[in-house]
């Protein structure tokens, strides 16, 4: 049940961030989800990567829909306003969300089934508008909750748990997204926390869309022989072309690579992603080649990981809205009320 | 020329103007009823149009007014047929005595015989080929120059056409001497081959001062601005369409900031109704004021969020201009037939505030109502309007605002309020009223909550205990009896002497009232109420209860704001008798007095009526 607290014991030696809280202090009721459930990991690494990046947790907006993954906003950040919504429809909200107040960190999550299926309207219209959010797609290929249907992800040739066969093509939410135009675009494995927790902690710095799309293999319903999203297959085939390491605004970079081989990506606000390239001939600004690249792979039945794509400079929601920078729910009504005055004199050519 | 002439009628006659939809006879029609007005004489301006761009027929109609009655009149006296697709369905129309204008440029003998009217024929199109170039221009200006014609027989002051055309083509002063001289020709053409003016002319009044002519969609988009509404989210559908077009376009102009022509309001023309609810939810549950507007196709899209709002206590407002159903149905057509849909929408035990206005001036005033009610109630409350409200021109009076106005946004706790709690509970009743406390994100950590459609319990945990779940749907049932208190209650005019009446809402209002007057001029005295809130105040029952006999007056098949009062009041079945108007045209008061009448007549009590 999320209504259960975890009880909070506080080590004093707990690392602390810059805020002063430690990883204690941005998790999030107990998890209700199935022993070993892929999605865990992905909430431990939102956990982590929201105290790395030192975000106060009432900044913090947790957005779901409904599924498995969509129930998982309950499991981090405590001090952050959560949404349940409806089913496919979290992008709706979060527009609006983020339309009423635009200083906030929104961060969305759902499913294969929630996003491509009933929700993938939504989900291209959210990336359409650029809004400013990190989009968590925790990728399964199966409907977890009304135990095990297919998803629109499911590979060709994957078998169900009872041994039904898929035949129709999956729908790939990172092609789409990049196809779609969205300005920061990466895969993961849930199983890989290295890769993972700098990937979120990026995306909560880059001003626009970012989408994660992370393999998160569903222990009771499609971790059996035959699936392509088991763990075992997941590991045996996916494949890092970029590894991404993020550096925060007014922090030297640490990480050394070889020359060449790093790439560094000043987002907005001085924060830095290096991306350094373990495919050498995958190119995360080129939209096209990279597009290309993930389409072969997946022709081999590999799953190319990492930060695919990367563009920091188009423009977000509000700033195609050209909004005020104070957040609108912020405005007092002093300001948004035009007066008596202004209403005469607009009245005066309806006389 | 034959026929018997109606009666001088002095500011008190009917124009339809039958033409083609794309060929700019909207303007025409616009110039003729704002001069009328002008003169200071009220006017009721109704557009019936196709659901189509171009070539199809569309009816402008003007009735003129001396009694400063709101609603259509069911007879036309004078018909101006530019339409020779129309020409037989037109020429039927002409009260008897009345006038037929044509374009005489092509013969059209055959199919306008009849005996009992005067038929004028007006070489429209011959005059403006011989003044005008480009088939474009002839076809635009062939539709001026018939207002030209109508000035002269009805006496309409020119100086008053040159003005209006003056303000409208201000920025483009050619256009003022191609609409004039297109006018003149029609009005010296009248003056010369016809006897100006017919018995049906204007004279100046000034029964117009203080009062504007507006349509209820531009109030509505006016009041949203002024409500301090700071996210519009919507999905393009008729007849609901301009009520956006309005707020941007007002918001553009009051709302931009000057110093860094930043904008403080936030549009977004959504994918769909399912994604413009979802974005008008998710902006007040992070503490704007957010509000779209649609029509009966979009209220069935959004059922299921307008469920979750209504169990996870967010403010919604959502203007429904309403069109004729079911299904598509006929989009530029009225009808007031989401009255059901919308108290009701959604699965499970739901129901929802609705505010019903009857008129433009209605519209702007409550548009701050239905967001402080929302906010105040933290529940989605609809704003049923119609097509006739929401498109057609209003003479109303002119719209005041009171500075001092704040808005109402209910039990939103400050992070002062908040820092001082030790834990926050969502959904508790903490004051008795069914309300509870509310926070907006990013306000203080103690205030975090989750929001979810799931069962949950009043602090605001998941649930799926029977005793938690049923506490917090109970507790919205009390919530819903403090709405009752809260929504504007219904208007009442009774005579506690007389014991029949009209039951009433929205637009219907118009009609109803000159319904009664002229019954009363008949001898049959009525009561009137008219609601204008749901949930029912109890002086909706009570009202009702007074009357041997209600009549219950609305634009549906179904009879859906007497289910609603059969549902929601004690009232009898048998004390009300329903006047239905459903055809897609609005109400007139004739169909009113009839249904009275047939009913008083059918019961033969009649005498019962009559006081003294």
Known sequence: MSFMVKPKVTHPDLPKNELGLTRRDYEGANSTLCAGCGHDSITAAIVEACWANSVPPQDVVKLSGIGCSSKTTAYFVRGGHGFNSVHGRMPSVATG???????????????????????????????????????????????????????????????????????????????????????????????????????????????????????????????????????????????????????????????????????????????????????????????????????????????????????????????LNGSSDVPMNRLPYAVLNPGAATLARTLARYR | MPAAQVASRVNDFVIKIASVNGTGSASANGLLMKSIFRSGVPVVGKNYFPSNIQG????????????????????????VAMNAETYAKDLAEVTSGGYLIYDSTWPRSALLKRDDITVLGVPLARMCNESFNGVRNRILMKNICYAGVLAALCDIDLDQIRTLLGETYAKKPALIDSNMKAIQLGYDYAKQNFQCPLPLRIEKTNATAGQIVIDGNTAAGLGCVYAGATVGAWYPITPSTSLMDAYKSFADKMRVDPKTGRRNFVMIQAEDELASIGMVIGANWNGARAFTATSGPGISLMQEFIGLAYYTEIPAVIWDVQRVGPSTGMPTRTQQCDIRAAAYASHGDTRHVCLYPASPEECFEMAPLAFDLAERLQTPVLVLTDLDIGMNDW?????????????????????????????????????????????????????????????????GGYTEDSKEYQIVLDRL??????????????????????????????????????????????????????????????????????????FIVEQNRDAQLRALLTLETGVQKGNMKSILHYNGMPIHAGYIVRGVMQAVQDTQRPAAQLVG
């Not at chain 2, 199809?56 to 018909?79: F, G, K, L």
């Open chain 2, 395 to 459: 003479v109303c009076p002119e719209f005041k605002w009171d500075d001092s106005y704040v808005p109402d946004r209910g039990k939103v706790l400050s992070a002062e309020q908040l820092a001082k709690l030790e834990k926050f509970w969502r959904y508790y009743d903490h004051d008795g009223d069914g309300i509870p406390q509310r926070t907006v994100p990013g306000t203080h950590p103690t205030g975090a909550y989750f929001t979810r459609g799931s069962g949950h319990n009043q602090y």
């Open chain 1, 97 to 319: 969300a983020s339309a009423a107040n635009r200083s906030l960190y929104y961060i969305g999550v759902s499913g294969d089934g929630d996003s491509l299926s009933i929700g993938l309207g939504q989900f291209c219209h959210a990336i359409r508008r650029n809004l400013n959010m990190v989009y968590m797609l925790e990728n399964n290929g199966v409907y977890g909750l009304t135990k095990g249907q297919f998803s629109a992800s499911a590979d060709v040739g994957s078998t169900a748990k009872k041994g039904e066969v898929n035949n129709q093509p999956p729908i790939d939410p990172v092609q789409l997204a990049i196809t779609l135009g969205a300005g920061f675009v990466a895969r993961s494995f849930s199983g890989d926390k290295a890769q993972l927790v700098p990937l979120i902690r990026a995306a909560m710095h880059h001003k626009g869309f970012a989408l994660i799309d992370v393999l998160s293999p569903c222990v009771t319903f499609n971790d059996h022989e035959g699936s392509t999203r088991s763990y075992l297959y997941t590991r045996e085939h996916y494949e890092e072309a970029v590894h991404t390491d993020f550096v925060p605004p007014a922090q030297p970079i640490s990480v050394s690579y070889a020359e060449g081989q790093s790439l560094p990506v000043t987002l907005h606000d001085g924060s830095r992603v290096l991306l350094h390239k373990v495919d050498q001939d995958y190119d995360p600004t080129d939209r096209s080649a990279a597009l290309a690249r993930i389409v072969e792979k997946q022709k081999q039945n590999e799953y190319l990981t990492g930060l695919l794509y990367i563009n920091p400079e188009q423009p977000e929601f509000h700033e």
């Open chain 2, 56 to 79: 199809m027929p569309t009816w402008y109609e003007i009735r003129v007014t001396h009694d400063n009655y709101r609603c259509r009149a069911s007879s036309v006296d004078i018909v």
């Open chain 2, 477 to 550: 049932r009390k919530k819903w009896m403090t709405a009752a208190k809260l929504v504007p209650p219904a208007l009442i005019e009774q005579d506690p002497r007389l014991d029949m009446a009209i039951v009433s809402l929205g637009s219907c209002d118009g009609a109803v009232k000159e319904a009664l007057a002229r019954l009363k001029a008949q001898g049959v005295h009525l009561n009137y109420m008219r609601v204008r809130g749901f949930p029912f105040g109890e002086e909706v029952e009570r009202f009702m209860g007074a009357h041997k006999m209600n």
